[in-house]
């Protein structure tokens, strides 16, 4: 397996005039061969050393995804400095926090929504590169630095142990932590996900999870390094669906969360029940799948993933009735999003996150704490040396903090460690199995389950955008929906109440991460009033 930065020459070498990306601009693609890509990172390299910077510093990467973000990145690995990617969702202080515990000299800014108030958040001492879209703003332009040649600029080279990267997580339980990843991990989960998956050449790939966390880094942009893949991006929120069924990529992977929007949006157009009956039908069956798989933009796609979160087993099996087999995947900041996965070779078990990747080794602590050794752990925690040494187990695996059961190597992960809930009763609840249960309504957007010192837990619920708007026929549905569910759980489980919320969840209100799992704690603070005046089983809030 060679290095990370040879890797980038030998691609540039060998596949000199394949697509290698792609990026809407007013509407209009622009693409770049692997030849032209290194090129123009070779000359933002040379830019970077000529501004002062020497192999080793630090350079942040503020930006929705992009071809230029990809190419900022080929740019910081050639000069051999230290990538500090922040998502471009982060308020001002989460970006003044990271750039300069980070001690970051430079940063590119790309595409930000509110960039003003967001950007305001970088010290005044780190100098910034805006990258050539329509309304960034930086102190340099990009396609000014890079009008010069390269020169007689050479690779800075950098030993394998050396620090590559930095990956700040996402904050959901408090000020994000800086995880150290090596050249050599950021090789490794390229080479290894590329060759476990079976990623040929050719493959298209449409990049539009954030690339600031682990997973997109690991399976879009260092399997591009290591594979054949061509990387295409969206212009904007409003053009996503749009550039999506443009692009029709081979490899698609998502999040829950998006999963049940994509859903969501094929319900509004063809109601669940007329879909049933659809399904039903011998020959239609067969038009119907192709045509909701067209319409999305995945009539190409031979694989599919989500990861972040565990997905419930009801939505993983509604698209698998319309054509579409989600394999769920999952890793961590701190293994570079390596852990576990399956290829196209092996049967799903939906309800589990699938079987180690090669070289990673999982098991179960006798607190049911998912410990993991892989040959691309981070080499711990920056500038927080106990925090690390907690983080580990003495014969050198990492304390994941999900809890978890391994049966025939396929792993089903029922919730984090700390997210476990002591009743008034003194039980124990696990929020997670019991949320993925209340999405079997398609009409539950996202639910959170809560009951610290209560008598019994309930369920704050966000309604789809296709729910009925009448109340009544609402809380029918949702009261034998609660009885049912009921019915399956321990008496200590049993939701008291289904609280239906106003305000959708968000990144920009703080009720989900970047990578759009809930923020229990914070979603706890803000409706505990409600959750105290509540009365009736299902309770709208007024």
């Known amino acids: 397996m060679r290095g990370i930065q040879d890797q980038l020459a030998h691609r540039a070498e060998t596949t000199p005039d394949r697509l290698y990306l792609s990026q809407p601009i007013d509407r209009h693609w622009h693409t770049w061969t692997w030849a032209e890509a290194h090129d123009e990172a070779r000359r933002m390299a040379a830019a970077l050393e000529r501004m002062g910077l020497e192999p080793g510093d630090r350079v942040g990467l503020i930006s929705r995804n992009c071809a230029h973000w990809i190419l900022a990145d080929m740019a910081i690995i050639l000069a051999g400095l230290v990538s500090v990617p922040v998502y471009p969702t982060a308020k001002a202080d989460t970006i003044r926090q990271i750039l300069e515990h980070s001690e970051c000299k430079v940063c590119f800014v790309g595409k930000i929504d509110e960039a003003e108030q967001r950007l305001a958040g970088v010290p005044d001492e780190v100098n910034t590169i805006a990258m050539p879209y329509p309304g960034t703003r930086g102190e340099l332009a990009w396609d000014e630095l890079v009008e010069s040649s390269a020169g007689d600029f050479r690779t800075r080279r950098r030993d394998e142990d050396d620090l590559a990267t930095l990956l700040y997580t996402s904050g959901s339980t408090g000020t994000p932590k800086g995880a150290m990843h090596s050249f050599s991990n ?270 019994q837990p309930v369920a704050l619920i966000q309604l789809a955008g296709h729910a009925p708007d009448d109340r009544e026929h609402i809380s029918r549905q949702l009261e034998e929906d609660l009885d049912r569910l009921n019915r399956e759980l321990e008496p200590h489980e049993r939701l008291s109440s289904l609280l239906i919320v106003s305000e959708t969840w968000e990144v920009d209100n703080g009720m989900l991460t970047p990578t759009l799992k809930i923020k229990r704690d914070v979603i706890e603070a803000k409706y505990a009033g409600l959750i105290e005046r509540a009365s009736e089983r299902i309770h709208f809030e007024s």
Not at 232 to 240: G, L, N, V
Not at 317 to 330: A, L, P, S, Y
Not at 369 to 375: K, N, T
Not at 383 to 397: Q, R, V
Request: overall charge neutral; aromatic content about 12%; proline content about 4%.
């Open 186 to 455: 950021f090789a490794f989960v390229g080479h290894a996900i590329a060759t476990s998956l079976g990623v040929e050449a050719g493959d298209k790939v449409f990049s539009y999870l954030p690339l600031s966390h682990c997973t997109e880094r690991a399976y879009v942009e260092a399997v591009s390094f290591y594979a054949e893949t061509s990387l295409y991006f969206a212009e904007s929120i409003d053009t996503f669906a749009e550039d999506l069924r443009h692009v029709r990529p081979t490899l698609f992977g998502s999040v829950p969360r998006l999963w049940k929007r994509f859903q969501l949006g094929v319900l509004e157009k063809l109601p669940q029940e007329k879909l049933d009956r659809l399904l039903k039908l011998p020959v239609v069956s067969g038009l119907i799948r192709r045509k909701i798989k067209k319409g999305l933009g995945f009539d190409r796609a031979r694989w599919f993933a989500s990861g972040s979160a565990p997905m419930a087993v009801a939505l993983l099996e509604w698209w698998d009735r319309v054509g579409v087999t989600i394999r769920e995947g999952w890793g961590m900041t701190e293994t570079f999003a390596y852990g576990t996965q399956i290829g196209l070779d092996v049967e799903p078990r939906f309800g589990t996150i699938s079987r180690a990747l090669p070289g990673a080794e999982l098991k179960v602590s006798d607190d049911q704490e998912l410990l993991i050794r892989c040959p691309c752990l981070m080499q711990g925690y920056y500038k927080a040396d106990a925090l690390t040494a907690e983080s580990m187990t003495d014969n050198g695996y990492f304390r994941t903090g999900d809890r978890a059961f391994i049966e025939d190597g396929f792993v089903t992960i029922t919730g984090r460690v700390k997210e476990l809930f002591k009743t008034a009763k003194g039980k124990y609840v696990a929020p997670v199995p019991v949320e993925s249960l209340l999405a079997r309504n398609s009409w539950i957007e996202i639910a959170c389950v809560l009951g610290s010192g209560m008598t």
